[in-house]
């Protein structure tokens, strides 16, 4: 073998060897790219999933922090409320202990006239008809207010006739501070949606209905479960009665108690 044909063939070996090394590095380089562009997307993964937690945290948190300051005002007004008729009830007491107990109890026969019957409400009720009503200051959920309502001996308002209507859209037009400051009235379709009950569970009489115009709607803007409760008001009064409106049974509003007045004896002197 020829010495120029040895040195031929030691370079095509090199040659080769060379582009092994070449194609090896290349290889490793792709792999360690491979790996750096797998561990990003893990990374990015994770980013993401924690920027979306803090951001479902902060949400909730200011949920929470938005109920506690409802919960703190309404029971601020409770606190205002009670501390009103305990006055009203020292007041009352007052008045009561400057009569004598022959006054109360038996008074002189010569001086009684007559004799009978009457219905009576407690401080801070209003009376119309057999009827006391009991007008809230605070704002609670329908089911909270009629939880409230039942604590004190009454239920939540249920409206027999037009005049009882009238009443109580005087009543609540004069107390609205807004025109979305309205009263839970007794009525839901709660348990079938457009199957009106009154909490009594008697159906709703349509002749005796008054919604207001394109009400009731249902309407989910506010909460997706639709609106199952009524609340009524117009302020300074509805000019044809018709001031019912549909809400959220989650929803906050102010309501109206009813009961029977209490029959006591009257004796005129």
């Avoid at 803090?54 to 938005?66: A, E, G, R, V």
């Avoid at 009525?187 to 115009?213: A, C, H, I, M, Q």
């Avoid at 009400?215 to 009665?241: Q, S």
């Amino acid at each position: 073998m020829s010495r120029v044909q040895t040195y031929k063939e030691g370079e095509a070996a090199a040659s080769q060897q060379a582009e092994s090394n070449t194609g090896s590095k290349v290889r490793s380089e792709r792999v360690a790219l491979l790996l750096l562009s797998a561990l990003l997307a893990a990374a990015a993964v994770v980013i993401y999933r924690l920027s979306f937690a803090h951001f479902q945290t902060n949400k909730n948190l200011q949920m929470l922090k938005d109920e506690n300051e409802a919960m703190r005002k309404n029971l601020t007004m409770l606190k205002d409320e009670n501390e009103a008729m305990r006055k009203n009830l020292t007041e009352k007491l007052s008045e009561l202990s400057s009569c004598t107990s022959e006054q109360l109890i038996r008074p002189k026969p010569a001086e009684a006239k007559t004799t009978g019957l009457c219905r009576t409400c407690e401080l801070d009720w209003d009376q119309h008809g057999g009827s006391c009503y009991y007008f809230s200051s605070y704002k609670l959920t329908w089911d909270q207010s009629r939880s409230v309502c039942k604590g004190r001996g009454a239920d939540l308002v249920q409206i027999n006739s037009e005049e009882e209507q009238r009443f109580l859209d005087d009543k609540v037009g004069g107390k609205m501070n807004g025109f979305d400051d309205l009263f839970w009235i007794g009525l839901t379709d709660s348990e079938e949606e457009g199957r009106w009950l009154w909490v009594d569970d008697s159906p709703l009489n349509t002749s005796l209905s008054f919604w207001y115009k394109c009400e009731p709607d249902n309407w989910t803007g506010d909460n997706a479960a639709g609106e199952h409760c009524v609340r009524m008001g117009v302020k300074g009064g509805a000019t044809d009665l018709k001031c019912w409106f549909d809400r959220s049974c989650d929803s906050h509003e102010r309501s109206i108690c009813e009961k029977a007045a209490e029959t006591e004896r009257l004796i005129c002197v």
